[in-house]
């Protein structure tokens, strides 16, 4: 016992002595964002689209968001944190919903090929994120609000090729991001080709497929996609649906772009709001980009139009939102 703990001692010295000549660097970063929201047509002043964030009436809180990162060649960390409605709505499911945790986990790059990550970190699942610095439009969209945000657990990604990558995880039930309360654990997979994604969660029978990507059409055009297929299991209901994402840079400072999404309820799933078995939108998002330094001015005219009344009797809800996002 004593020749395994000398032992161990020893190799922790070589470690320590190899960790402070590695290189480190310390990081912080974020935004903050905020926005007005009115409706021009269909259900009550206060009623909004059934997608995540920006669904309050009149001049509105987004969140701060701060990133604090510590970086090594072989190890470091990343501690995610938010304040506000958006924060609030991003971690939902935390005990007492009021955890401010967005993402905190440990890395190893173990070699160039091959990385393990371990806590909490946001979904490999969809196109867009929880960061509105991130997303080109503002609003989101109902197959990103009703994936999983965030899961916490153990990653391990591969680096198989210049353009092609593996992710595998095993993690906590699906938005049981401090602990695992049932005894369970998920399984997700991510097979990169060239910049797009096929992705796949198994959680205690429900699954989720879905397919990122986006191709530069030209110097100017870039066009994304997204399309997701989700089962709840055991005749569960789930949904379905895809989106496109034209964007077109007019300079180097506004860009302007499209969201063209349907989504489908198969099932009640409870998305839409409908109350009727499957139930199914076509939303539309017109936004445009404005980059003033760290600054980014984002107007937006949006039609959601549902196969049945969504909207506070209304099948249709037009609206409009400007948002005012700075990054640092």
């Known amino acids: 016992m004593k020749k395994i703990i000398f032992t161990f001692l020893l190799a922790a010295s070589f470690v320590g002595t190899a960790q402070e ?14 926005y007005f929201r009115g ?36 190890v470091g960390f990343v501690a995610d944190m938010v304040y506000g409605p958006r924060g609030v709505d991003a971690v939902f499911n935390s005990v007492g919903n009021s955890s401010i945790v967005n993402q905190l986990y440990a890395y190893w790059n173990v070699s160039d090929k091959v ?11 969809g196109y867009e994120v929880i960061s509105p610095a991130a997303n080109f439009n503002y609003s989101t969209s109902y197959l990103f609000s009703y994936g999983p945000f965030s899961h916490t657990g153990l990653k391990a990604d591969f ?13 906590n039930p699906t938005d049981a991001t401090e602990f695992n309360p049932t005894g369970n654990y998920a399984f997700g997979a991510q097979l990169g080709l060239s910049g797009q994604y096929f992705n796949f969660l198994y959680d205690s029978g ?3 497929v879905d397919f990122t990507g986006g191709f530069d059409v030209s110097e100017t055009f870039f066009l994304g996609v997204n399309a997701a297929y989700f089962s709840g299991g055991d005749e569960a209901p789930g949904f379905y649906g895809a989106a496109l994402y034209p964007q077109i840079a007019t300079s180097d400072s506004f860009k302007i772009g499209l969201r063209t999404e349907y989504f ?10 409908t109350g009727v078995e499957d139930s199914s939108v076509f939303a539309t998002t017109l936004t445009g980009n404005y980059s003033i330094g760290s600054l980014t001015i984002i107007p937006e005219l949006r039609l959601d139009s549902a196969s049945e ?4 009797g209304d099948k ?5 939102a400007l948002a005012a996002v700075y990054s640092f």
């Open 115 to 125: 990385k393990l990550t371990m806590g909490n970190f946001n979904t490999f699942l």
């Open 316 to 320: 249709a809800l037009s609206s409009f």
């Open 39 to 74: 409706n021009i047509s269909g259900g009550n002043y206060d009623t909004a689209p059934g997608s995540s964030f920006a669904n309050q009436p009149g001049f509105a809180l987004g969140m701060i968001n701060l990133v604090a990162a510590y970086e090594g060649e072989k």
């Open 264 to 273: 489908v309820e198969d099932g009640d799933f409870g998305a839409i709001g």
């Open 21 to 34: 000549k590695e290189e480190k660097t310390f990081s912080l970063s974020g935004t903050v964002d905020t």
């Open 309 to 312: 009344a969504a909207f506070v």
């Open 206 to 208: 429900a699954y989720e």
């Open 159 to 171: 680096t198989l090729s210049e353009n092609t990558s593996l992710m595998l995880a095993i993690m």
